[in-house]
């Protein structure tokens, strides 16, 4: 699974091809980056299908290789290993602590300061500049 020519794109006939066999995959955004890196111990088609139900991957998902194997949580856990060593000890974009701003990314509204009103009894902004009264 390392070379790029492996990579085949995510269509419904596809997924309906997958073999049943436990295997590893991983899937990739359109210009092949790895966004996901998985074992399917019950079956490559129910485990892509179950990984493509995260909303966050499927914005980005275009493309997947796979692989059929008897150990699959050993072999994605090399896998995982192999990308991080390769990528500065940073693993697969959907395997990052909040993957949904990984993969989607901030929307510009969330860039933007919004600055709540003030209620009329709410001390002002720079009150913190006050000096502490005395003890």
Not at 39 to 66: D, K, M, N
Not at 69 to 92: N, Q, T, V, W
Not at 121 to 133: M, V
């Amino acid at each position: 699974m390392s070379s790029s020519g492996d990579w085949r794109v995510i269509t419904p006939h596809l997924l309906e091809e997958l073999p049943e066999g436990p295997g590893v995959f991983e899937i990739g955004n359109l210009v092949r980056t790895v966004l996901f890196v998985g074992a399917a111990e019950l079956g490559l088609r129910s485990g892509v299908r179950a990984a493509l139900t995260s909303p966050a991957l499927l914005v980005r998902a275009h493309c997947i290789r796979f692989e059929v194997a008897e150990d699959p949580g050993r072999l994605a856990s090399e896998r995982l290993d192999d990308y991080r060593r390769s990528h500065h000890g940073m693993p697969p974009l959907a395997h990052r602590t909040d993957p949904v701003a990984r993969l989607v990314g901030p929307s510009r509204a969330s860039r933007t300061p919004r600055i709540a009103p003030r209620r009329p009894d709410e001390a002002p902004a720079t009150s913190f500049l006050r000096a502490s009264p005395a003890a």
